[in-house]
């Protein structure tokens, strides 16, 4: 048996730090921790608990020494976009604000309107999609909110690199995550100081980007105190999509992948970004990948819909339903629902209420749904109308995302491989293997935590490379097959 590693993978509703080992050539995995996250209203903001996830962290490490499974190395890989500054003493300046925050909205137009910036030079230099939440975005909010903020920082870390940092002492960025922040050349996978300069932003807080599978340090004395032991940090792909994408067991060079949880991440696994206005009109993106590849791929808003469905049930009604329970009220639906919803519409970005945004973009369309009764006595009745309107707006955009991919790169795809939390949901993976006229395989579960462990697998020698740890992964876990 290998040694023992750790995988910290936060997600916007959850982290979870599951340990990792290689048995007789499979690779096994055990939850140790578990965690709830999200975010809420700060000084007029969204945003996150950083002090709160760093506390979970911290006792997520401790939680493996109680449980003997004492890690020799540890990973950490969060969300994308968001980012914290650190005054000259190492603190964080001002609050961690979320992605799902609305103080972005205009500056893409503000920088091309003011002569800045404009989104198609943005795109020809980084290749990443329009999103109104993508870092540069942020950081040009913030300067413009207060600008006394970048003034007096010292470093840009994104949410894993600050968890790092806090670990080892290590101010660095790691690559995955910094592509997407669309100031990283994505020829080069270096900041691109020219771009940074030309908006204003000061060139001395953002640090070497180091590739994921980079080894950072031990733990700080500080924290080997706290937890009981020392291990070394190494950074995986630090983004959780990255990560998620390592884990895909694709059967060959024409295989769809999907990472799908709160956001579903739909592309394949390119050698060089993909740069045309043809790309950019689609906003399809180039985030970067392990190994130096380049994930092309289009953001679609997944299981965040669903999730915040269940989560507002729970709220009105006291009763926080199964997705099993949703599911079933959802096919009840099915044929009483017509409209195809856009999934992408920012409309579904942060509602103040999932259900009545759905609803109401049903009823734009001419098409209202019915309040359906419920056979369930603790759903509200019209779930299930809601719930079928979102899968089939979800089916309906993996529909059209695999045939845009085709379009721009000329392949014909075999397969759509599932990993993470959505692969759990046989439902959506029918809807999507109709829709597509795919097969689809579903699995691992854990794609996330799987791909940040590979990395760890790979830099301990337990894998000769990314390609046998992939094998590795077919014989390690059931992978469903849905025609």
Same mark, same amino acid.
């Given at each position: 048996?290998?040694?023992?590693?750790?995988?910290?993978?936060?997600?916007?509703?959850?982290?979870?730090?599951?340990?990792?080992?290689?048995?007789?050539?499979?690779?096994?995995?055990?939850?140790?921790?578990?965690?709830?996250?999200?975010?809420?209203?700060?000084?007029?903001?969204?945003?996150?608990?950083?002090?709160?996830?760093?506390?979970?962290?911290?006792?997520?490490?401790?939680?493996?020494?109680?449980?003997?499974?004492?890690?020799?190395?540890?990973?950490?890989?969060?969300?994308?976009?968001?980012?914290?500054?650190?005054?000259?003493?190492?603190?964080?300046?001002?609050?961690?604000?979320?992605?799902?925050?609305?103080?972005?909205?205009?500056?893409?137009?503000?920088?091309?309107?003011?002569?800045?910036?404009?989104?198609?030079?943005?795109?020809?230099?980084?290749?990443?999609?329009?999103?109104?939440?993508?870092?540069?975005?942020?950081?040009?909010?913030?300067?413009?909110?207060?600008?006394?903020?970048?003034?007096?920082?010292?470093?840009?870390?994104?949410?894993?690199?600050?968890?790092?940092?806090?670990l080892t002492g290590m101010k660095v960025n790691e690559y995955t995550n910094a592509s997407t922040t669309a100031l990283v050349d994505a020829k080069t996978r270096?900041?691109?100081?020219?771009?940074?300069?030309?908006?204003?932003?000061?060139?001395?807080?953002?640090?070497?980007?180091?590739?994921?599978?980079?080894?950072?340090?031990?733990?700080?004395?500080?924290?080997?105190e706290k937890v009981g032991f020392s291990a070394k940090v190494v950074l995986p792909a630090t983004h959780d999509t990255g990560s998620a994408y390592i884990a895909?067991?694709?059967?060959?060079?024409?295989?769809?992948?999907?990472?799908?949880?709160?956001? $579903?991440?739909?592309?394949? +696994? =390119? !050698?060089?970004? *993909?740069?045309?206005? &043809?790309?950019? #009109?689609?906003? /399809?993106?180039?985030?970067?990948?392990?190994?130096?590849?380049?994930?092309?791929l289009k953001n679609i808003m997944g299981l965040w819909m669903i999730q915040s469905v269940r989560k507002e049930i729970a709220k009105k009604t006291g009763y926080?339903?199964?997705?099993?329970?949703?599911?079933? $009220?959802?096919?009840?639906? +099915? =044929? !009483?629902?017509? *409209?195809?919803?856009? &999934?992408?519409? #920012?409309?579904? /970005?942060?509602?103040?209420?999932?259900?009545?945004?759905?609803?109401?973009?049903?009823?734009?369309?001419?098409?209202?749904?019915?309040?359906?009764?419920?056979?369930?006595?603790?759903?509200?009745?019209?779930?299930?109308?809601?719930?079928?309107?979102?899968?089939?707006?979800?089916?309906?955009?993996?529909?059209?995302?695999?045939?845009?991919?085709?379009?721009?790169?000329?392949?014909?795809?075999?397969?759509?491989?599932?990993?993470?939390?959505?692969?759990?949901?046989?439902?959506?993976?029918?809807?999507?293997?109709?829709?597509?006229?795919?097969?689809?395989?579903?699995?691992?579960?854990?794609?996330?935590?799987?791909?940040?462990?590979?990395?760890?697998?790979?830099?301990?020698?337990?894998?000769?490379?990314?390609?046998?740890?992939?094998?590795?992964?077919?014989?390690?876990?059931?992978?469903?097959?849905?025609?």
């Amino acid at each position: 048996m290998s040694a023992y590693h750790l995988a910290v993978d936060i997600g916007a509703s959850s982290g979870r730090h599951i340990i990792g080992y290689v048995e007789s050539g499979k690779m096994k995995l055990n939850e140790v921790y578990r965690f709830e996250n999200g975010v809420s209203t700060k000084n007029g903001h969204l945003c996150w608990d950083i002090d709160g996830i760093l506390k979970n962290v911290i006792d997520g490490i401790k939680e493996c020494k109680n449980k003997d499974l004492v890690p020799e190395t540890i990973g950490i890989d969060t969300w994308a976009v968001d980012f914290v500054l650190l005054d000259k003493d190492g603190n964080v300046i001002g609050d961690a604000v979320s992605y799902r925050d609305d103080r972005t909205d205009g500056i893409k137009d503000e920088l091309y309107e003011n002569g800045i910036l404009a989104f198609e030079e943005l795109y020809k230099k980084t290749g990443i999609q329009y999103q109104k939440f993508n870092t540069i975005y942020q950081l040009m909010a913030l300067k413009k909110e207060h600008p006394e903020y970048l003034e007096e920082a010292e470093d840009f870390l994104m949410i894993p690199d600050y968890l790092a940092y806090k670990l080892t002492g290590m101010k660095v960025n790691e690559y995955t995550n910094a592509s997407t922040t669309a100031l990283v050349d994505a020829k080069t996978r270096q900041w691109d100081y020219e771009l940074i300069e030309k908006i204003g932003l000061p060139k001395k807080i953002f640090k070497e980007i180091k590739e994921p599978g980079s080894k950072l340090s031990y733990f700080t004395k500080e924290i080997e105190e706290k937890v009981g032991f020392s291990a070394k940090v190494v950074l995986p792909a630090t983004h959780d999509t990255g990560s998620a994408y390592i884990a895909v067991p694709a059967r060959d060079d024409k295989a769809v992948f999907l990472s799908s949880g709160t956001w $579903s991440l739909m592309g394949i +696994e =390119n !050698k060089e970004p *993909v740069l045309s206005n &043809a790309s950019r #009109d689609v906003n /399809l993106t180039n985030e970067g990948g392990y190994d130096k590849t380049y994930r092309y791929l289009k953001n679609i808003m997944g299981l965040w819909m669903i999730q915040s469905v269940r989560k507002e049930i729970a709220k009105k009604t006291g009763y926080k339903p199964s997705f099993p329970e949703l599911i079933k $009220s959802a096919k009840k639906a +099915e =044929n !009483k629902v017509s *409209v195809v919803l856009d &999934a992408d519409d #920012d409309r579904f /970005l942060a509602p103040k209420s999932m259900i009545e945004e759905v609803r109401k973009a049903a009823e734009e369309k001419g098409a209202p749904l019915p309040i359906t009764k419920e056979e369930n006595e603790n759903l509200p009745d019209g779930t299930g109308a809601v719930m079928a309107a979102i899968y089939s707006a979800l089916a309906f955009d993996y529909k059209r995302t695999v045939s845009t991919l085709e379009m721009l790169t000329g392949k014909s795809f075999t397969s759509i491989n599932v990993v993470g939390g959505g692969s759990k949901d046989m439902y959506l993976n029918e809807r999507i293997a109709k829709a597509t006229g795919l097969p689809v395989f579903a699995g691992p579960v854990e794609g996330t935590a799987l791909g940040n462990l590979i990395v760890q697998f790979i830099n301990a020698g337990d894998y000769k490379d990314l390609y046998e740890a992939r094998r590795a992964i077919k014989e390690s876990f059931e992978i469903i097959t849905i025609q």
